[in-house]
């Protein structure tokens, strides 16, 4: 079994890049994404060449911090002061109850603009293009988003995860998840985040994904400060990715069950040389 370790919102703080590092260089992770319109992300870009065995995309990111695009050109994307409106603020808005409403509320042409300046932006933080690009926090819900990363990375002839999962047949074993595929709603209180014991689900429910020639494990690894409870309702939760992703005991069962590290980097060489034959 080939297995791939994805931890996004690199660069989203300081903390959560910090934990993210962690669980590259003392655990499992080989995969993450960067956030470009963060006070941190500039740090963290620079973090990205000490890492070369590990596979760095980037990660769309429009319900925090500040666009990157002039404001004037995406207006129902953000407030008066530039910064996205939070994703909590739309999903009270009677439009969120329909797809043709969240377009209304994510209009694609204005996600493009911004789409395309983040692309930019991460080409000037970090030398070169990313090497996969992926959704955050409404790729499952909005259309217009999703179709528009989608668009972004055609456009630049970078992968979007979610469709190399697709042509590769990846089963995923999402931390929430049991049994594989069903996911419950987010849990947004602190103390039960806290409570949360990830690394036991995935412990519990492993084993599945042997059965598979190709399965990943997704998270948000990364510590937490207080720029992070600002900005997100995923918080504390955090710390237990990083937990499972450094754990010895999910070291000792990949090498056990002599299962291949693999990353995006890994999959576009084998969809080229499939092409090639």
Same mark, same amino acid.
């Given at each position: 079994?080939?297995?791939?370790?994805?931890? !996004? !919102?690199?660069?989203?703080?300081?903390?959560?890049?910090?934990?993210?590092?962690? *669980?590259?260089?003392?655990?499992?992770?080989?995969?993450?994404?960067?956030?470009?319109?963060?006070?941190?992300?500039?740090?963290?870009?620079?973090?990205?060449?000490?890492?070369?065995?590990?596979?760095?995309?980037?990660? @769309?990111?429009?319900?925090?911090?500040?666009?990157?695009?002039? +404001?004037?050109?995406?207006?129902?994307?953000?407030?008066?002061?530039? =910064? @996205?409106?939070?994703?909590?603020?739309?999903?009270?808005? +009677?439009?969120?109850?329909?797809?043709?409403?969240?377009?209304?509320?994510? +209009?694609?042409? =204005?996600?493009?603009?911004?789409?395309?300046?983040?692309?930019?932006?991460?080409?000037?933080?970090?030398? &070169?293009?990313?090497?996969?690009?992926?959704?955050? &926090?409404?790729?499952?819900?909005?259309?217009?988003?999703?179709?528009?990363?989608?668009?972004?990375?055609?456009?630049?002839?970078?992968?979007?995860?979610?469709?190399?999962?697709?042509? @590769?047949?990846?089963?995923?074993?999402?931390?929430?998840? $049991? %049994?594989?595929?069903?996911?419950?709603?987010?849990?947004? !209180?602190?103390?039960?985040?806290?409570?949360? !014991? $990830?690394?036991? $689900?995935?412990?519990?429910?492993?084993?599945?994904?042997?059965?598979?020639?190709?399965? *990943?494990?997704?998270?948000? %690894?990364?510590?937490?400060? *207080?720029?992070?409870?600002?900005?997100?309702?995923?918080?504390?939760?955090?710390?237990?990715?990083?937990?499972? #992703?450094? &754990?010895?005991?999910?070291?000792?069962?990949?090498?056990?069950?002599?299962?291949?590290?693999?990353?995006?980097?890994?999959?576009?060489?084998?969809?080229? #040389?499939?092409?090639?034959?």
């Amino acid at each position: 079994m080939k297995l791939l370790v994805q931890g !996004d !919102d690199f660069g989203f703080t300081r903390a959560v890049t910090y934990g993210i590092l962690d *669980a590259i260089e003392n655990g499992i992770l080989n995969c993450t994404g960067l956030f470009v319109n963060m006070p941190s992300s500039a740090w963290a870009a620079k973090q990205i060449a000490a890492h070369p065995q590990t596979c760095f995309g980037l990660d @769309f990111n429009i319900t925090s911090g500040k666009c990157v695009a002039d +404001p004037q050109l995406i207006q129902h994307l953000v407030d008066a002061d530039g =910064e @996205f409106i939070r994703s909590t603020v739309k999903y009270a808005d +009677p439009l969120f109850m329909a797809d043709q409403g969240r377009d209304v509320l994510w +209009p694609y042409d =204005e996600v493009m603009i911004e789409l395309e300046a983040q692309f930019q932006k991460y080409v000037e933080l970090a030398g &070169s293009q990313p090497e996969y690009v992926h959704t955050h &926090s409404i790729g499952r819900t909005v259309p217009s988003y999703a179709k528009a990363v989608s668009d972004i990375g055609r456009v630049h002839g970078v992968c979007m995860a979610k469709e190399m999962r697709e042509h @590769f047949g990846f089963a995923d074993l999402h931390k929430t998840w $049991t %049994p594989i595929g069903k996911r419950p709603k987010k849990v947004f !209180d602190i103390e039960k985040q806290l409570n949360k !014991d $990830t690394l036991g $689900t995935v412990i519990a429910n492993r084993d599945e994904l042997l059965q598979y020639e190709y399965a *990943a494990l997704d998270g948000h %690894p990364g510590y937490v400060d *207080a720029e992070l409870i600002a900005n997100s309702t995923v918080s504390i939760e955090r710390l237990r990715d990083v937990e499972m #992703m450094m &754990s010895p005991v999910m070291k000792d069962w990949i090498k056990e069950h002599h299962v291949e590290m693999v990353t995006y980097r890994d999959l576009k060489k084998r969809m080229a #040389m499939n092409q090639s034959e």
